[in-house]
């Protein structure tokens, strides 16, 4: 099946910094999400990119498809931001979705003030 | 409008109990999927439903099963429950077809097996 790299690992900013987490995927995709999990544990929609750019507030997103990558941008980053933040794949499989999402295992976001 | 809603928040069983969890998707939703969410496995897809019929299943074993019902809520049941299964199972909704602009997950369902 897709397989879903993320990195770095884990990450650790001062408050106010930058950060770009990156998301390779093996294959060809028809959605690729970025979400945030809450310490409740809830999975937070951040980005539906396929392709192309997307920006909402202090986030940002891109997604080469051609080459397999995305990147999640966090400018000014803040104490609320921490959490993991995961990347989801759905691949495409003869133009049509597969319905499942290949989850990476995630980029642990720590925000100190 | 509503979100995904995740019946109950937290649950605790017995190995060899069965148990059933609950999700009404986002209004006009007419697909739910359910995952799996350990610290070992990470998220794990299990089954994808669209009105009523089962399109993809993950890689797990027949104790755990779902369906869907004509309004789109879904359940997903795991009979002779194993210390195993103890992890958050989340649910998520979305169009299913033309549309489609991405999954919305609920807020999860924490069971723990004893």
């Known amino acids: 099946g897709i397989q879903v790299e993320q990195s770095p690992p884990d990450l650790i900013l001062q408050e106010g910094a930058n950060s770009t987490l990156r998301c390779n995927f093996s294959?060809?995709?028809?959605?690729l999400q970025w979400f945030h999990q809450n310490p409740w544990g809830q999975l937070i929609n951040l980005f539906y990119?396929?392709?192309g750019t997307k920006q909402n507030g202090r986030l940002s997103a891109t997604t080469v498809a051609t080459e397999r990558y995305s990147l999640l941008y966090i400018s000014s980053s803040q104490t609320t931001d921490s959490g993991v933040y995961f990347c989801?794949?759905?691949?495409?499989?003869?133009?049509?979705?597969?319905?499942?999402?290949?989850f990476g295992k995630g980029t642990k976001l720590s925000v100190i003030p | 409008k509503a979100g995904v809603t995740q019946t109950p928040r937290y649950l605790i069983k017995t190995r060899g109990q069965q148990v059933t969890l609950s999700c009404s998707p986002i209004?006009?939703?007419?697909?739910v999927s359910w995952y799996q969410q350990t610290p070992g496995q990470g998220l794990q897809f299990l089954f994808e439903?669209?009105?009523?019929?089962?399109?993809n299943k993950g890689n797990f074993p027949g104790r755990f099963s779902g369906r869907q019902f004509s309004n789109s809520r879904s359940e997903m049941n795991v009979s002779t429950l194993e210390l195993g299964d103890s992890a958050l199972y989340l649910c998520?909704?979305?169009?299913?077809?033309?549309?489609?602009?991405?999954?919305?997950f609920g807020s999860g369902t924490r069971l723990t097996v004893v």
């Open positions: 998520a909704s979305s169009l299913g077809d033309r549309g489609f602009s991405g999954y919305t």
């Open positions: 294959d060809s995709v028809n959605n």
């Open positions: 990119i396929p392709s």
């Open positions: 989801a794949v759905e691949p495409a499989y003869s133009g049509a979705g597969s319905y499942q999402l290949t």
């Open positions: 209004s006009g939703h007419r697909s």
């Open positions: 439903y669209f009105s009523e019929t089962q399109r």
